[in-house]
Structures are given as C-alpha cells and as structure tokens.
C-alpha cells in the first residue's frame, strides 16, 4: 500500500473519529470518496464486519493490512484513544513515505540512465554490423568480408558493451525480485541501511509510546523484519530481555547490524526508551536524507560518465572502421 495514501486515511479517520463519527461510519465516509483499490476494498470490509457487530480486533485480522498498523489499532483501541493513534501513525507513515520516495528516486535515475544506454548501445551496435557487412559486400576486402576473422572480432568488440549492459540490467533486475537480495541491500547500502534503522527506531518508540512494553515491540519487530539481518538480532534482543537483563548497553552488545551510535543513544536513554527511540530515529531519518541526496547528486553523475566512457568505446571500432574505408578509397584513387 502507498505510504502517503496510506498517512492520508489515517489522518481523516482521525479527525472524524474526533467529531464524534462512529469508526464504522468514518470507514463508510472514507472509502467513498476513495479511488478504487486494495486499500479501498480493505476498508470497506472492515466497515462491514463492524457494523456487523464483529469486535475490532477480530476484524482486523481478517484483512490484509500490516501487521505493525493492525497491532498500533489494537493499543489504540484498548487505551480509549485511538484518534490519537490515528493520528501518530499517520505521521509515522508520512515519515515513510518521504524516505522512501527519496530511495525509489535512488533507484529509478540511475536504471532510466542505464536503460537508456542500453537501448543507444544496441542501436550502435546495428549500425555498426550493417556498415562492416555492406562495405564488405562492395568492395569485397577479406579485411571487411563478413567472414574474415577480423570482422568478426570488430563485431564481436562493437557488441561487447552491449553484452555487460545486458548482464547488469538481468543482474538488478533479480537482484529486485529475490526477497533475501533486497533484504540484503536494504541493510547493507549506503542511504537504505540508514532509512531501515530509522524506521526500525521509530516503530519501537511508537509502540512504546502507545503502550506496549519493550519486549513485545521487539517481538512484533522481529516478526516484521523475519529474514533479515535485523530480525536475527532483534530475535537476540528479546532473548536477552526474558533472561533477565534490563541494561541496555547488554541487550544490543556486539551488535553486528546497529551501529554504535545507535546502540549508544539507546543504552543512554535511561527510563526515557521511548524518547531514545525517537531521538535515535530522527538522527538517522536525517542522516538517510543526506546519504540519498549525496549519492543522487554526486553518484549519478560519476555513472552516467561511466556509462558514457562505455558508449564511447563502442563507438570508437564505428570511426575505425570507416578510416579504414577512407584510406582504402584513398588507395584506390592512387592506383588509377
């Protein structure tokens, strides 16, 4: 679901709920004036199995709705306020959403670049071949004829770049669709790392904040971040909670995924964890900003000259080539 529609419509349920709508009606209402979809459709079950008299809780875990939000309704719902946490996840959410359209921006520029250099390769790549193969044709040169082995090896160069394009394009693109490649590159890449650890910090003290203690907020954080690095030390976490520590410092120690900083802020929280979590949050909120920024502004311009060098090479064997036509033209005039 998109974090700004989603931010959205948990800003307006708040704001109806406090005028004094039932939330069953305050679905109704919202999901009406609602573009058709996913989010929609859920909406409107619930308001349903509300207003068929079936308690909230239960009819939140019949819908397709995350677990971290459907958990948040829950202590809302059980502390009489859940307006205010209407309004708390909304913010968390608007929070999301201007990360992580800052990453997906991190993400596009650069395969737009690399796209485009692919389909101008290719295109190179055809010109190339028909000019080897018709001057061969016309002059019938063993150095230009399409069966020479030095033709084949300048279409073979030309194509060559084609060829590594291609590889990096399939590469990325299953490194996308592999759950354990993107959950390795969230918390290893420079700018995403920093946005996980932002919102890993910001669902804690939000759920701490509403109420829950620690150790069910890094139960429900491990089962979000299941086979991820994180959720391996989040599970060491909790373990380290039931036995008995409550030093924080001891909990996180040797933590190979949270940086010190991290763990530092943290420890020295004290018994504000939750004002720990959020101050922590915002650091690397800010920091993930500056990281996507840097790399956008810096990064990209370093790739598309890289990818230009590449282009450049494949064009280069095309002006070779056509020298080559030149002087054997020059030659030809000399012998008449």
């Known amino acids: 679901m998109k974090y700004d529609e989603f931010a959205f419509v948990n800003q307006q349920l708040a704001d109806m709920l406090k005028s004094g709508i039932p939330l069953e009606g305050a679905l109704r209402q919202l999901s009406e004036n609602m573009h058709r979809g996913k989010l929609r459709a ?11 008299g079936v308690p909230l809780g239960d009819a939140l875990k019949q819908r ?10 829950q202590v809302g719902a059980q502390s009489n306020d859940l307006p205010g946490m209407l309004t708390l996840l909304a913010d968390y959410y608007e929070r999301l959403n201007a990360i992580w359209t800052r990453l997906k921006g991190l993400i596009v520029y650069p395969m737009i670049v690399l796209v485009a250099s692919l389909a101008l390769s290719v295109l190179v790549g055809f010109i190339y071949t028909a000019l080897v193969r018709e001057t061969a044709e016309g002059f019938q040169r063993n150095l230009f004829g399409p069966n020479s082995a030095s033709t084949t090896v300048m279409i073979f160069n030309t194509w060559l770049p084609t060829m590594m394009l291609v590889f990096l394009v399939c590469g990325l693109v299953l490194a996308s669709l ?13 700018g995403f ?6 919102t890993i910090a910001s669902s804690c003290g939000l759920m ?8 069910s907020s890094l139960s429900l954080l491990r089962d979000l971040e299941c086979g991820t690095p994180a959720g391996t ?7 380290r909670l039931s036995e008995g520590n409550r030093d924080m410092t001891a909990v996180m120690a040797e933590s190979k995924i949270f940086p010190p900083l991290f763990v530092w802020m943290i420890a020295n929280s004290k018994d504000d ?17 500056y990281r996507i920024e840097m790399i956008l502004y810096a990064a990209l311009p370093v ?30 005039s000399s012998g008449l």
Not at 193 to 198: H, I, R, T
Not at 208 to 215: A, F, H, S, V
Not at 233 to 239: A, D, F, S, V
Not at 273 to 289: D, H, K, Q, S
Request: glycine content about 10%; hydrophobic content about 50%; charged content about 20%.
């Open 64 to 73: 397709r709705l995350p677990g971290f939000y459907v958990r948040m309704i």
């Open 178 to 190: 592999i759950p354990a490649c993107r959950n390795w590159m969230r918390w290893h890449l420079p």
């Open 303 to 332: 790739a598309v000259l890289a990818l230009g060098i590449l282009i450049l090479g494949q064009i280069l064997p095309v002006f070779g080539a056509l020298i080559k036509f030149m002087d054997f033209l020059d030659g030809g």
């Open 193 to 198: 790392k920093e946005a996980s650890l932002s």
């Open 233 to 239: 030390e989040l599970t060491l976490w909790q373990r």
């Open 42 to 52: 859920e909406l409107e079950r619930l308001g349903a199995d509300l207003s068929n």
């Open 208 to 215: 701490l904040k509403g109420g829950n203690d620690l150790n």
């Open 273 to 289: 964890l939750v004002g720990g979590f959020l101050r922590t949050a915002e650091i690397y909120y800010n920091r993930a900003v």
